[in-house]
């Protein structure tokens, strides 16, 4: 019976994608070792453990939107966030093999995890890797067998804050995504256009400034 062992070695951002995506590179190990494994279904969830790591003051400010005021972070900062799900082909291999686990990711800013990962500065994100899938194997006398990839395994990473905003960076560089309510985007391009303005980051741009001059509202 198949006893699988999975570790993330690293990260690095997949180009060229769709989407942004993230390749985790995972290593699997069999015991026991001589054991055929015909193939993995392997399916996985991605958590972000939030309190296990420190924040500076900036990063706690940039939080505020998800977890409010640092002093409530004891009740409000819950265990772990659902990030992704992800899944991936397994192929046949004995003892141990290495594939990567594509993570697709978003920047849309109405997602938490995105919040989240755009108010970090640095250092590492603490992710826990939850697993579950079936494992087909061969017996001594070449019989197919399955089993289910148990519950219990999981597995920690840490993610360098850096590979995300390298992968956006390189997925949408110097911009942000926003949404909008289709109403909302209709008035801000008649805004645009009345304005004679060429690009939407110009017509932001006069929005702002109309809202903090002495007689556009601002305070």
Known sequence: MPDLELKV????????????CLALALRIANRPA?????SI?????VRITPAARRYSEAEQAGLAELFGEPERWGRTVPPSLLWANAQVA???FQGECAVELPLPCTYDFNVAGTKY???LEGGEVPLLLLFSGTVFFRTGNGA????PVPWTKEAPFRLPVRVWKDMMELYYPNS????LRHDIFDRFQRFKVERGLSTFDQAMEALLADRVSPGGGGE
């Open 41 to 45: 279904a392997l399916q996985c969830q």
């Open 90 to 92: 397994v192929p046949a």
């Open 176 to 179: 942000a995504v926003l949404r």
């Open 9 to 20: 070695e690293s990260a690095r951002a997949v180009p060229h994608a769709a989407a942004p």
């Open 117 to 119: 990962f755009h108010a």
């Open 34 to 38: 001589g054991e055929e494994i015909a």
């Open 144 to 147: 197919l067998q399955i089993s």
